[in-house]
């Protein structure tokens, strides 16, 4: 089996849509789609995810299901330095959580306080079993960190979703906390992660990714790749985002 997760293209927050490049971005997406072979499609239910779907769906003369725990993982906490508002559990400091050992284990990242407090962990197990709900549908059916393979398959499935959600998503897959995907690496908008199953041994399955954040889709048409969920490279740049 092969899982393709596609972020969402450049957006516009503001009304939960596309920017015209994230229009581009999705059109470019699409000619790389349509040419392969897919199972099903699913779709998270916020606009900028459904835009970002539309022309591929349109070009192949398909649906996709729609499913509520694709949408963003935007799960609200109190960053340590922030007093006024909750921030999204991906955007903390480095210099602060990267001090709580915890958060760079798979078994143990929610017992940091503050997560304790948003209830992250029953959200993320919400997620993740949905997601093993729709795999076992297809054939996998989660055993301990592996699958146990039902029904061995070579079917491609392909979700439009978010950054936050998609490290959720890889976390539960590749057994990695959240916490240092969420900080530690970067999906630009349209961008396309692969993983494909592993059956080494007959009946026992892994996941294991082979591309993350592709976007030579981008690169064939000189589009440069959005800035969207990155920070500044160095203070000085101005002009980039720094919070």
């Known amino acids: ?25 999705a059109e470019f997406l699409s000619e790389r789609l349509t040419k392969l072979e897919i199972r099903d499609f699913y779709v998270s239910p916020l606009g900028r995810a459904k835009d970002t779907a539309s022309p ?29 508002k909750k921030i999204i559990p991906w955007d903390w400091l480095p210099q602060d959580w990267t001090r709580d050992e915890r958060f760079y284990q798979y078994d143990h ?4 306080e503050r ?7 029953g959200h993320y197990d919400y997620v993740t079993g949905k997601l093993d709900e729709l795999l076992a549908k297809h054939g996998y059916v989660r055993d301990g960190h592996c699958y146990k393979v039902v029904e061995s398959n070579e079917d ?14 890889l976390s539960h897959l590749l057994n990695i906390s959240p916490m240092v995907l969420w900080h530690g690496v970067c999906a630009a ?20 990714m082979s591309a993350f954040g592709d976007i030579s889709h981008l690169y064939v048409h000189d589009e440069a790749p959005a800035f969207a969920a990155r920070f500044c490279e160095t203070y000085g740049n101005t002009e980039e985002r720094h919070d």
């Open 1 to 25: 089996m092969k899982l393709l997760i596609v972020r969402h293209g450049d957006p516009d927050y503001t009304i939960d849509s596309l920017t015209e490049k994230g229009w581009r971005e």
């Open 156 to 169: 491609t499935l392909v979700f439009f979703c978010h950054f936050g959600l998609e490290c959720v998503l």
């Open 115 to 121: 997560m304790l407090a948003s209830d992250l962990k």
């Open 189 to 208: 908008p349209s961008s396309v992660t692969t993983l494909n199953t592993e059956e080494r041994r007959e009946g026992i399955a892994a996941f294991r």
């Open 56 to 84: 591929t769906l349109k070009k192949m003369n398909r649906t996709a299901t729609e499913c509520d725990w694709l949408q963003e993982f935007d799960v609200l906490i109190d960053r340590p330095d922030v007093t006024d």
């Open 109 to 112: 990242w929610f017992e940091n």
